[in-house]
């Protein structure tokens, strides 16, 4: 399995942006997808989920600010970030896992893509 994530750079507080994560090498619409973020000296953390049923789930602070979404016809997964905050700046990493009830678990990463966000 093979993910590749696009779409980061530079932006405005307030501002917004999209990345994109292109995945190749399985059944793209099988699998469970999500967004993963690590910002400096910190853990990375899950920010975002999409079931192979297009069920999403959020990290309490971006919801609301943003939208993962599917494109099965192009094997890619987005996110679109709204009214973004100085403390979203982080490399942003996709990922194909599998949920198994409110847990997501990762099994293949892509690499990552950096999100800075400029006050």
């Known amino acids: 399995v093979q993910l590749q994530a696009s779409g980061g750079g530079l932006v405005q507080a307030g501002g917004s942006l999209r990345v994109s994560c292109a995945a190749s090498?399985?059944?793209?619409?099988?699998?469970?997808m999500g967004w993963y973020r690590q910002a400096p000296g910190k853990q990375r953390e899950l920010v975002a989920t999409?079931?192979?049923?297009?069920?999403?789930t959020y990290k309490d602070s971006v919801k609301g600010r943003f939208t993962i979404s599917r494109d099965n016809a192009k094997n890619t997964v987005y996110l679109q970030m709204n009214s973004l905050k100085p403390e979203d700046t982080a490399v942003y990493y996709c990922?194909?896992?599998?949920?198994?009830?409110?847990?997501?678990?990762?099994?293949?990463w892509g690499q990552g893509t950096l999100v800075t966000v400029s006050s």
């Open positions: 090498g399985s059944t793209f619409s099988h699998h469970d």
């Open positions: 999409i079931s192979s049923g297009s069920v999403t």
């Open positions: 990922n194909q896992g599998h949920l198994k009830g409110i847990y997501y678990y990762p099994d293949y």
